[in-house]
């Protein structure tokens, strides 16, 4: 039992370390290569020779250094993709507010224009009087409307920052539940599938913005080989537009629906009385979630056995 946990865990562990150190290996042989495109080859011969040349301790702790240095490169670009994808979502230092002001205004007029739209195809539809090409115009802006948030306030400077923005506050227009404020408690209820498959989403998103890291990071060695810039541009964006918003979306999605099948678990997880109508469970999930958030000596509203 014992050697195949051990034999579990380590191809866990070698799992893990190919995923974050295989991105480094790659930014550091192109490194190589513009290097050697700039300086010759010569240099390569040259520290391979030297290398042959040491005792074996030395050409160990050489390749134990390389290991180090590829694994520690991963490991920083890990941990600084949380800020970056915080940042491609649009949460900004304050003197940038007016550049966010300025990208918010910008999406919420396109935004006006696809509701303005979309609420002039909708007769057609209920009236079955659409062609083909309308019908899918409508099937297009009703689902990009869904990855909008649609009040003002909830909106962001970049699409990601949508994207996700509108999948957050979606239960609150939808059940009156703050889903940011009750994540922790919701979390805790949620089954052990439902919990996997957020995480597998969620480090799906995390991967493909460590990518974007990773193009911008390598734009350094355009030093050496300044056509590398005609590359990398082009490609950055093409991560972030085919790469980072479809894990947005598919994470969006499965975030709602967890909140839609579990939420609730949440009423009876904290005993309080689960709504009867949707109507009345706006008031209800306006209720808990001020009382998760800060506690109430209300006497009108009765605990559920």
């Known amino acids: 039992m014992l050697g195949k946990f051990w034999e579990s865990l ?78 491609l979502q649009g949460y900004w230092w304050p003197w940038l507010d007016p550049l966010r002001r300025l990208l918010t205004d910008r999406r919420a007029g396109r935004l006006r224009s696809l509701e303005q739209r979309y609420a002039d195809l909708a007769p057609l539809i209920e009236n079955r009087a659409a062609d083909t090409e309308q019908e899918r115009e409508y099937q297009r802006l009703d689902a990009e409307l869904r990855r909008n948030p649609p009040r003002a306030a909830q909106h962001m400077p970049t699409r990601l920052g949508m994207c996700l ?73 093409i991560v972030h537009r085919f790469w980072v918003i479809p894990h947005a979306v598919a994470y969006g999605d499965l975030f709602r629906a967890s909140v839609d099948l579990h939420r609730r678990a949440l009423y009876t997880s904290l005993s309080w009385p689960l709504p009867q109508t949707p109507a009345a469970e706006r008031k209800s999930g306006e209720e808990l979630t001020e009382y998760l958030w800060r506690g109430s000596d209300r006497s009108d509203v009765q605990f559920s056995p």
């Open 165 to 237: 923005r509108a999948a957050e506050s979606e239960a609150r227009d939808k059940y009156g539940l703050d889903v940011v404020k009750c994540w922790p408690h919701l979390w805790a209820v949620l089954p052990e599938q439902s919990r996997s498959d957020l995480a597998v989403a969620h480090t799906g998103l995390r991967r493909s913005a460590e990518c974007v890291v990773w193009t911008v990071l390598a734009l350094a060695w355009a030093y050496w080989m300044p056509w590398l810039l005609a590359v990398l541009l082009p490609l950055t964006w």
């Open 10 to 87: 380590g191809s866990k562990l070698g799992e893990k370390w190919l995923a974050v150190a295989l991105p480094a290996l790659l930014f550091w042989v192109l490194g190589g290569i513009a290097y050697s495109h700039s300086h010759g080859t010569s240099w390569i011969t040259d520290r391979s020779g030297w290398l042959r040349g040491q005792p074996v301790v030395v050409q160990v702790l050489a390749l134990a250094a390389g290991f180090v240095v590829i694994g520690a490169s991963g490991q920083i670009v890990e941990r600084v993709t949380f800020p970056v994808l915080r940042g």
